[in-house]
């Protein structure tokens, strides 16, 4: 097996000393940063994306997944920094107002990562206001809001209405969490819902590449 190939199984496969390792390996074999991301590491998250929509992993093997995949960025990113090289898109994530769960968030943010994304993680608690001031900061691509609470989904309408009547940039809204529904997402004006983390990536990849 290449580099590559052993690199992407040791993502997959929660291995993160293994897989750090083999990222440098990759790089002392002159394989370009960039490369290592897109041949190796994204195809890993893909894989590890599927695999927990099929609900043949679980939380544990997906976070232990992400660990491995993050000791691998740790050794690339400055050198992606160096070389000029960006994730092609930005998203911003947090829990609502009045929400402080963040489990589904989390886990959306790092498969988002692991497809290339650039993340901004705003936290729980996140109020309509602060929203809006980091879509004028980061002019993101796609903004993902979550509840798991089903007293806090008005915030994730109130939410989706401030930031379209806020004269923001545009940007698409994609809604998710335990009480949230494709009627609902529908409903409030919201651009995609998605079930799962591995789902978020597939609706989050049809958005931004629509726009």
Same mark, same amino acid.
């Given at each position: 097996?290449?580099?590559?190939?052993?690199?992407?199984?040791?993502v997959g496969?929660?291995?993160?000393?293994?897989?750090?390792?083999?990222?440098?390996?990759?790089?002392?074999?002159?394989?370009?940063?960039?490369?290592?991301?897109?041949?190796?590491?994204?195809?890993?998250?893909?894989?590890?994306?599927?695999?927990?929509?099929?609900?043949?992993?679980?939380?544990?093997?997906?976070?232990?997944?992400?660990?491995?995949?993050?000791?691998?960025?740790?050794?690339?990113?400055?050198?992606?920094?160096?070389?000029?090289?960006?994730?092609?898109?930005?998203?911003?994530?947090?829990?609502?107002?009045?929400?402080?769960?963040?489990?589904?968030?989390?886990?959306?943010?790092?498969?988002?990562? +692991? @497809?290339?994304?650039?993340?901004? $993680?705003? =936290?729980?608690? /996140?109020?309509? #206001?602060?929203?809006?001031?980091?879509?004028q900061e980061?002019?993101?691509?796609?903004?993902?809001?979550?509840?798991?609470?089903?007293?806090?989904?008005?915030?994730?309408?109130?939410?989706?209405?401030?930031?379209?009547?806020?004269?923001?940039?545009?940007?698409?809204?994609?809604?998710?969490?335990?009480?949230?529904?494709?009627?609902?997402?529908?409903?409030? +004006? @919201?651009?995609?819902?998605?079930? $799962?983390? =591995?789902?978020? /990536?597939?609706? #989050?990849?049809?958005?931004?590449?629509?726009?």
């Amino acid at each position: 097996m290449t580099t590559l190939e052993l690199l992407a199984q040791a993502v997959g496969a929660g291995k993160a000393k293994d897989a750090r390792a083999l990222a440098q390996r990759a790089l002392d074999e002159g394989i370009p940063p960039g490369d290592i991301v897109e041949q190796a590491l994204v195809p890993a998250m893909a894989a590890v994306g599927e695999k927990f929509k099929n609900n043949e992993i679980f939380v544990p093997e997906m976070l232990v997944a992400a660990r491995a995949m993050k000791e691998s960025m740790a050794l690339l990113e400055p050198r992606l920094v160096a070389a000029g090289i960006t994730p092609k898109f930005t998203a911003l994530i947090g829990t609502v107002q009045g929400d402080l769960h963040d489990i589904g968030k989390n886990l959306v943010a790092i498969m988002w990562k +692991g @497809a290339n994304f650039k993340v901004v $993680d705003l =936290g729980t608690n /996140v109020t309509a #206001a602060k929203y809006i001031a980091a879509i004028q900061e980061h002019r993101p691509h796609l903004v993902g809001l979550s509840a798991l609470l089903t007293t806090t989904m008005p915030a994730i309408v109130e939410t989706v209405r401030a930031i379209r009547a806020s004269g923001c940039p545009p940007v698409k809204i994609m809604v998710g969490g335990a009480p949230v529904t494709q009627q609902f997402a529908d409903e409030i +004006g @919201a651009d995609g819902y998605a079930a $799962d983390a =591995g789902s978020a /990536v597939d609706q #989050a990849l049809a958005l931004v590449n629509a726009a």
